[in-house]
C-alpha cells in the first residue's frame, strides 16, 4: 500500500518539466533568437483565454452555477479551460465543491491548514487515498453533453488548443518552436499558478472583511494575477454570487464579461447576493474581531467600549430587520407587468441606498473603535 502523502512522481515531474521548459527553454530560446512581438501577444492571449475558462467557466459557471449561458458559450469555456490543463471540469469541480463544504478540514483537498505549499501545489503533487479522491457531488454536471464530451475527449481538445493551435500560429511567421515555448509551456505555467495562488495566497494575504472566521481573504493585488479571484473573503461567503469583486471598479474581468453577455441575453439568471446580506455580513465581521480584542483587552477599554459596541449592533440589527422586510414586500409584489417593476425596481434601489448609508454610519463607529483598541486609545465620541 501506498503511503499516504507520498509523491505523485508522475504529477512532480510534469509540473516541474512544464515550467522548467517555460522558463529556462523560452529564456534560451530568446537568448539565441529574441523576440518577435506575435511571442510576448501569443502568451497573453492564451493566458487571458485559459485563465478565463478557469474563472468564468469551471469555477463560476459549472462549479458555482452562478449564472446560466446558452450551449455555445458552455461549450467555448469548455474548450478555453481545457486548454489550461488543470483536468476535467467534473474533478476540477468536486475538488472545489469540497473545498467549500468542508472549508479548512481534512475533507478540503487543498486546506490552507496544511500549509501553504500544500494548499499551493502540495495537493496535487502528493497520492491522495482514493476514498478523497473520489470524484462526488456533481451529478448535476455529469448529466451535460459538453462535460460528457469533455469528459471523453479532456487531452485531445488540451493538445489540438493548447499546444497545436499555437505551433500552427507559429509556423504563419515562421517560428513554430518560440509559438510554442511562450503560448504553451510558459503559458501553462502562468495560468497554473494563478489559479493556484486563489488556493494559497488567497487564504494567506489580505482582509476579511465579510467573514472573520473564514481563512479566505480579500486583497485587490492578488485579483490581478488571479483573474479577478483575489476577493476570496467574499466568495467564501456568498459562493453563488457571479461576482468576486463586487465594486465595479474591483478587477474582476469574468464579472464584467458576464455581464457583458448579459447585456445582449447571452448569459441570465446572474446570481447576486441582496445589498442587505452583503452588508449584515461586513457588520458581523466587524463586530466579531471586536469581539475578540474585547475578550483580551484591559478592563478599561473593555469597560468603555463593550457597551458602545452593543449599542451599534443593536442599532444595525434594527435596521437589517426592517430593510429585510421592505425587501420582501416589494419583491414579492414584482409581476409580469415591465412598466410597474420599473418604479419597483426604483424602489428597491432607493431602500438599499438608504439603508446603506445608515449602515455604513454605524461601520464606520465600529471600524474607529476597532482602530482604538488596537492602539490602545481611551476615546469615545
Ligand atoms: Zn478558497
Ligand atoms: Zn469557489
Same mark, same amino acid.
Given at each position: 500500500?501506498?503511503?499516504?502523502?507520498?509523491?505523485?512522481?508522475?504529477?512532480?515531474?510534469?509540473?516541474? =518539466?512544464?515550467?522548467?521548459?517555460?522558463?529556462?527553454?523560452?529564456?534560451? &530560446?530568446? &537568448?539565441?533568437?529574441?523576440?518577435?512581438?506575435?511571442?510576448?501577444?501569443?502568451?497573453?492571449?492564451?493566458?487571458?483565454?485559459?485563465?478565463?475558462?478557469?474563472?468564468?467557466?469551471?469555477?463560476?459557471?459549472?462549479?458555482?452555477?452562478?449564472?446560466?449561458?446558452?450551449?455555445?458559450?458552455?461549450?467555448?469555456?469548455?474548450?478555453?479551460?481545457?486548454?489550461?490543463?488543470?483536468?476535467?471540469? !467534473?474533478?476540477?469541480?468536486?475538488?472545489?465543491?469540497?473545498?467549500?463544504? +468542508?472549508?479548512?478540514?481534512?475533507?478540503?483537498?487543498?486546506?490552507?491548514?496544511?500549509?501553504?505549499?500544500?494548499?499551493?501545489?502540495?495537493?496535487?503533487?502528493?497520492?491522495?487515498?482514493?476514498?478523497?479522491?473520489?470524484?462526488?457531488?456533481?451529478?448535476?454536471?455529469?448529466?451535460?453533453?459538453?462535460?460528457?464530451?469533455?469528459?471523453?475527449? &479532456?487531452?485531445?481538445?488540451?493538445?489540438?488548443?493548447?499546444?497545436?493551435?499555437?505551433?500552427?500560429?507559429?509556423?504563419?511567421?515562421?517560428?513554430?518552436?518560440?509559438?510554442?515555448?511562450?503560448?504553451?509551456? !510558459?503559458?501553462?505555467?502562468?495560468?497554473? +499558478?494563478?489559479?493556484?495562488?486563489?488556493?494559497?495566497?488567497?487564504?494567506?494575504?489580505?482582509?476579511?472583511? &465579510?467573514?472573520?472566521?473564514?481563512?479566505?481573504?480579500?486583497?485587490?493585488?492578488?485579483?490581478?494575477?488571479?483573474?479577478?479571484?483575489?476577493?476570496? *473573503?467574499?466568495?467564501?461567503?456568498?459562493?453563488?454570487?457571479?461576482?468576486?469583486?463586487?465594486?465595479?471598479?474591483?478587477?474582476?474581468?469574468?464579472?464584467?464579461?458576464?455581464?457583458?453577455?448579459?447585456?445582449?441575453?447571452?448569459?441570465?439568471?446572474?446570481?447576486?447576493?441582496?445589498?442587505?446580506?452583503?452588508?449584515?455580513?461586513?457588520?458581523?465581521?466587524?463586530?466579531?474581531?471586536?469581539?475578540?480584542? !474585547?475578550?483580551?483587552?484591559?478592563?478599561?477599554?473593555?469597560?468603555?467600549?463593550?457597551?458602545?459596541?452593543?449599542?451599534?449592533?443593536?442599532?444595525?440589527?434594527?435596521?437589517?430587520?426592517?430593510?429585510?422586510?421592505?425587501?420582501?414586500?416589494? *419583491?414579492?409584489? =414584482?409581476?409580469?407587468?415591465?412598466?410597474?417593476?420599473?418604479?419597483?425596481?426604483?424602489?428597491?434601489?432607493?431602500? *438599499?441606498?438608504?439603508?446603506? *448609508?445608515?449602515?455604513?454610519?454605524?461601520?464606520?463607529?465600529?471600524?474607529?473603535?476597532?482602530?482604538?483598541?488596537?492602539?490602545?486609545?481611551?476615546?469615545?465620541?
Amino acid at each position: 500500500m501506498k503511503k499516504q502523502n507520498s509523491y505523485n512522481w508522475n504529477m512532480v515531474f510534469f509540473l516541474s =518539466i512544464i515550467p522548467l521548459i517555460g522558463f529556462v527553454g523560452t529564456g534560451i &530560446y530568446v &537568448y539565441h533568437n529574441g523576440i518577435v512581438w506575435q511571442e510576448p501577444l501569443l502568451l497573453l492571449v492564451f493566458w487571458f483565454l485559459s485563465g478565463m475558462g478557469i474563472t468564468m467557466g469551471y469555477h463560476r459557471l459549472f462549479a458555482h452555477k452562478s449564472y446560466e449561458t446558452t450551449n455555445f458559450i458552455q461549450w467555448v469555456l469548455m474548450i478555453l479551460g481545457s486548454l489550461a490543463f488543470e483536468n476535467t471540469i !467534473l474533478k476540477w469541480s468536486s475538488d472545489h465543491r469540497k473545498h467549500h463544504t +468542508h472549508p479548512e478540514t481534512e475533507n478540503d483537498p487543498y486546506s490552507i491548514k496544511e500549509g501553504f505549499w500544500h494548499a499551493h501545489i502540495g495537493w496535487i503533487l502528493k497520492n491522495t487515498p482514493e476514498e478523497k479522491n473520489k470524484i462526488i457531488g456533481v451529478k448535476d454536471l455529469e448529466k451535460k453533453s459538453v462535460v460528457k464530451f469533455q469528459n471523453k475527449y &479532456y487531452f485531445h481538445i488540451g493538445i489540438l488548443f493548447g499546444m497545436v493551435l499555437p505551433l500552427c500560429i507559429g509556423l504563419l511567421y515562421g517560428r513554430p518552436l518560440g509559438a510554442i515555448l511562450w503560448g504553451t509551456f !510558459l503559458r501553462i505555467t502562468l495560468v497554473h +499558478h494563478a489559479t493556484f495562488f486563489i488556493n494559497s495566497l488567497c487564504h494567506y494575504v489580505g482582509a476579511r472583511p &465579510y467573514d472573520s472566521n473564514s481563512t479566505a481573504r480579500d486583497s485587490w493585488f492578488v485579483s490581478l494575477f488571479t483573474f479577478g479571484e483575489g476577493y476570496h *473573503n467574499y466568495h467564501h461567503k456568498f459562493q453563488w454570487d457571479y461576482r468576486n469583486g463586487i465594486k465595479w471598479f474591483a478587477f474582476d474581468p469574468s464579472k464584467w464579461i458576464i455581464n457583458f453577455l448579459s447585456y445582449f441575453g447571452f448569459a441570465y439568471n446572474l446570481k447576486k447576493a441582496k445589498e442587505y446580506l452583503i452588508w449584515e455580513s461586513r457588520i458581523e465581521s466587524i463586530k466579531n474581531q471586536l469581539n475578540d480584542k !474585547l475578550s483580551s483587552a484591559t478592563d478599561s477599554i473593555a469597560n468603555l467600549y463593550i457597551s458602545k459596541v452593543e449599542l451599534l449592533y443593536n442599532q444595525s440589527q434594527d435596521i437589517f430587520t426592517i430593510w429585510k422586510e421592505l425587501d420582501l414586500k416589494y *419583491n414579492k409584489s =414584482i409581476s409580469v407587468d415591465k412598466l410597474k417593476n420599473k418604479e419597483i425596481i426604483k424602489k428597491i434601489r432607493n431602500i *438599499n441606498k438608504e439603508n446603506i *448609508n445608515k449602515v455604513k454610519l454605524i461601520k464606520i463607529d465600529l471600524d474607529q473603535i476597532l482602530l482604538n483598541i488596537k492602539r490602545g486609545k481611551l476615546v469615545l465620541d
